[in-house]
């Protein structure tokens, strides 16, 4: 690739020029950056402060209620007693007013008292509970507040007697438990920093840096300003280079800024932040940081480039922003992952190493070799990435709209097959909403709302919608025999490769036995019986999302990438619908078996099978007892030697999916 210097140079000297006339694009990548996070530190500074002291002014009421009443009425009429007492000597004791009610929890529901003390008896001895509005900071705090009084009133009770006893010691001093910790008060608060800083970081840079990219490339094709650079004397390569350059410097201006705002005002402790983020803080940590995060800006500047490329207008940049915004979000989260160090197999995964790698320096740990490794994977990400744009952008079929306009023209399948992103898009945001409001409902409710209702109503409003065939968009064919016989060796194998999968991810993003116990538990409730655990399981799914992902999904992604890439792609998709972030890399190899084993046999009825029989095996496995997740390695290994003759008899008895590109 040859590039003329004097046309970039002049290209993007015009870029920069249009950039700073445009007082959208100052203010999103520059004013912002530059004040909101001063901004945001004093209000929280401000607004805890506020809180603080309206809450410790606050006066709350409660109520006593419960057949225990009278007996525990002495504990409560000295700890208000006390607690008057410290105030009295300038403390900031909680200030409670007692108050009287025949309906103390519809009181408390209707606001009229912040909490409830209901005492009851268990065995003859007085149990004091203390309930709250959960939903309400106030009631919460004084709740919590409470308790504590009341168990300093007790343990006061309880040193007297013993004390009248004969105790020759007070009881202060009996078995005394101390805290301490060998991490300083910076590390501490470098931990807590640590976490937050690449994903504030990529927040900026994605959503200052898209506003550049979306009106350089996607605004110029709407306003058609675009063609009239195209009949200049300079090459597309030099225009799409130019244009990467303009955003790439924008995004490495925000991260500058960002790194400065946190040295000049933390560091320098220009905001009051604590003493702790100020040790954290310092010139050498904020210079390996501004180091490492470089890579990232090229890495992002170039992404977003990238979708504003492909996209027709302006409005449909800002549409496929989402899903880059919420890609480049997920890696970010790995710094709040348990147990993940940089010295481990994250250092080659970028944008979660990088946050990773901030977290360990922030907490005082340089482990350079380590960090020139994070450095070097981002460096190697965003090059290969940038040059993917460069080459991808410099084709007349993306950078001129008129492609985008004849496939509109067309509509019907061709159409489906550009917007197929849109509709999982809609799917995925239906289903996270429905799960925020059906997350604690029985497994039966939530498959029977997603199975039976969004996802075929989807699949079904789309097949309406761009008048698709259904027995050719679901792949609704008969297949050889033979296939069968492949399925039934397949499913299990595929299974079991799919737990070492798991096996080998965890490696990576470590996931909590506890985590994986409220899983099984909810998936698994011990109210379900074993048949309904099939229906619901195993066949529901084996059905419907095969139809949706195998069948409609698959179907538009073909016509427009080569079959290797619709399979990784559906299989992606495959795996973000099922929420969850420590199944997403096994759900996602499952699904692309399953979209493997439709594109070889054209059909989606093999995939149903499988599908089936992989839940199948995994919901029975209880009951059959069987150790899936903790063979070895040989037993894995014949694992995969048996998918790979299921993968033989399919390829010798292959029915190629129609319409197959390369």
Sequence with gaps: MTLDAAVVRTLLGHEIRMLLRDRRTVLFSVVLP?????????????????????????????????PAADEVRPLIDRTMARLREERARGGEALRVAQSVSADAIGALKRGEVDFVVEASKTADVPVVTVVKRGDTERSSRAAARWRDALRETRRENRAALLATAGLPVPVAEVAVVKDAGIATQGQVAGLTLGRLLTLMLLMFLLT?????????????????????????????????????????????????????????????????????????????????????????????????????????????????????????????????????????????????????????????????????AVFVVNAAAAAWLVRLTVRALSTERLIAPTASDTMAALGGAPLFGRHVFRWFAVLFALLIVTSSYLGQAHVRVQVSFNLLLLFPGVAALALWHYRLAPRETLALRPVKPAVWLAVLIGAPAGLLTGIAVFRLAALLFPVPPQMLEAFSKALLPEDFPLWQAVLFVAVLPGIVEELVFRGLFLHGLTRRFHPVAAVVVVGLMFGLVHVSLFRLLPTAYLGMLLASVTLVTGSVFPAMLWHFLNNLLSVSSGALDIPWGSFGADVYGAAAAALALSGWILWRNRTPYPGLRG
Excluded: C
């Design 34 to 66: 530059l004040m909101l996070m001063p901004l945001m530190m004093f209000g929280s500074q401000a607004m805890e402060k506020r809180r603080q002291q309206r809450l410790q002014a606050a006066e709350y009421s409660f109520i006593v209620t419960g």
């Design 208 to 372: 200052g840096g898209s506003s550049v990219a979306t009106d350089s490339l996607a605004g110029e094709k709407e306003r058609g300003t675009l063609e009239t650079l195209l009949t200049t004397a300079a090459g597309r390569t030099e225009i799409v280079t130019a244009k990467l350059l303009a955003v790439v410097i924008v995004a490495l201006t925000t991260t500058v800024i960002q790194v400065g705002n946190l040295l000049i005002y933390v560091g320098f402790k220009i905001i009051p932040a604590g003493a702790g983020f100020s040790a954290a803080i310092h010139p050498a940590a904020t210079v390996v940081v501004l180091a490492l995060f470089l890579p990232l800006a090229a890495l992002a500047a170039s992404g977003l480039l990238l979708v504003s490329g492909h996209a027709r207008t302006y409005k449909e940049a800002q549409f496929l922003f989402l899903p880059v915004f919420l890609g480049g979000m997920v890696p970010a989260l790995a710094a709040f992952l348990p147990g993940v160090a940089l010295r481990s197999a994250i250092v080659a995964v970028p944008i979660a190493n990088v946050s990773v790698a901030v977290k360990e320096i922030l907490t005082g740990r340089f482990d350079w070799p380590m960090l020139v």
